[in-house]
């Protein structure tokens, strides 16, 4: 297996298909990617069903590794050979694959951190824009 390989794809259907038939092709595969929107959940589920181990690296996780290499650039090129640079060294664990249900409620149980975040922000601004007039 070459470690570190990257290949662009179209986050389509076709693109995807792409992805897969190439990662087919590969020998002793394990994919990671950064769980960004809406394609990792399809390439998830299309992994899942391959049989394909996969591993789901929070972005948090991507940026952190990526500054600690020194590398503060943010682009899909810098993004794809850090997460294969990753997978290399790291070897994280495989991620637990999630019936369709599981994962919509995740994606709600996220959304819903996300908004109490975003309240909880916009309150404390509230109260400092109050407070100066």
């Known amino acids: 297996m070459q470690q570190g390989v990257t290949r662009r794809k179209l986050t389509d259907t076709k693109g995807l298909r792409t992805l897969l038939r190439w990662i087919g ?14 394609f990792h959940r399809q390439l998830e589920g299309h992994l899942a069903k391959a049989g394909i181990p996969f ?15 020194g590398k503060l650039a943010k682009t899909d090129r810098v993004d794809a050979v850090m997460l294969a640079k ?32 975003d309240r909880t922000a916009l309150l404390n601004r509230q109260q400092t824009c109050s407070s100066v007039f």
């Open 86 to 117: 990753m997978g290399a060294l790291l070897e994280p664990r495989p991620s637990d694959i999630c019936n369709e249900q599981q994962s919509a409620l995740q994606e709600l149980a996220a959304a819903r951190r996300n908004l109490i975040r």
């Open 25 to 38: 092709r590969q020998s002793a595969v394990h994919v990671v990617f950064e769980a960004t929107g809406p």
């Open 55 to 69: 591993s789901r690296i929070s972005p948090r996780q991507a940026r952190k590794f990526a500054e600690a290499t």
